[in-house]
């Protein structure tokens, strides 16, 4: 059962555009949300979160929203820049074991010259 | 100060042998995940150490062990490789004891191609 859903397995956007990436949750025990940002290659970086008792948070370019009634979050980049390409992957931690991540299945964004 | 090490970054085995990974976490974090990532799964959690005790688990067969030492280093172990195992497999650690975002740092991972 996949707690954690990302159903769009790419997104590709011109620079300069902005990027919105979605993820959807079953469980309403979930603490915070996440995303990690991955190359390939390379391990996951962390870029942002939010706690499940807020409904936005920013940070730079990045910036993430939580709809706790639809279960469903967003991640907006603006502007993208090319160097934003990679692999994003929303995680959602577990009240009570907060280092036991849940992740989706990551979408890949391309963001072109 | 230094990322999460792991090692080895690549290796082959033949089904039904085993393997041993490791992964050294950054100075001062008491906290070592494992994570399995799969093409289509994400990643899925195996196990967290703390300061030498298992403290959580995920869903995974009995085959996939692990432990910390007392230095924080954390190895994971397969055995009876299935084909099924072939992944990569993350480490990551967190320097916070009580409740925190769940913010980890990984390594690069060690990439097991089962045969």
């Known amino acids: 059962d996949q707690q954690v859903k990302q159903n769009s397995p790419s997104l590709s956007v011109q620079e300069g555009r902005i990027s919105i990436l979605n993820c959807d949750y079953t469980?309403?025990?979930?603490?915070?949300f996440l995303w990690y940002k991955k190359y390939p290659a390379e391990g996951p970086t962390f870029l942002i979160s939010?706690?499940?008792?807020?409904d936005k948070n920013e940070d730079g370019r990045f910036t993430v929203f939580l709809n706790k009634s639809a279960k469903h979050l967003s991640l907006h980049i603006v502007p993208s820049q090319p160097g934003d390409s990679a692999v994003y992957f929303c995680?959602?931690?577990?009240?009570?074991?907060?280092?036991?991540?849940?992740f989706g299945t990551g979408t890949l964004l391309a963001v072109q010259p | 100060k230094a990322g999460v090490t792991q090692t080895p970054r690549y290796l082959i085995k033949t089904r039904g042998q085993q393997v041993t990974l490791s992964c050294s976490p950054i100075?001062?974090?008491?906290?070592v995940s494992w994570y399995q990532q799969t093409p289509g799964q994400g990643l899925q959690f195996l196990f967290e150490?703390?300061?030498?005790?298992?403290?959580n688990k995920g869903n995974f067969p009995g085959r996939f062990s692990g432990r910390q030492f007392s230095n924080s280093r954390s190895e994971m172990n397969v055995s009876t490789l299935e084909l099924g195992d072939s992944a990569l497999y993350l480490c990551?650690?967190?320097?916070?004891?009580?409740?925190?975002?769940?913010?980890?740092?990984f390594g690069e991972g060690s990439r097991l191609t089962v045969l």
């Open positions: 990551a650690s967190s320097g916070l004891t009580g409740p925190n975002t769940g913010e980890l740092f």
């Open positions: 469980n309403s025990m979930f603490d915070y």
């Open positions: 939010i706690s499940s008792i807020k």
């Open positions: 995680a959602a931690s577990v009240r009570g074991a907060t280092n036991k991540l849940i």
């Open positions: 100075s001062g974090h008491r906290s």
């Open positions: 150490y703390f300061s030498e005790t298992q403290r």
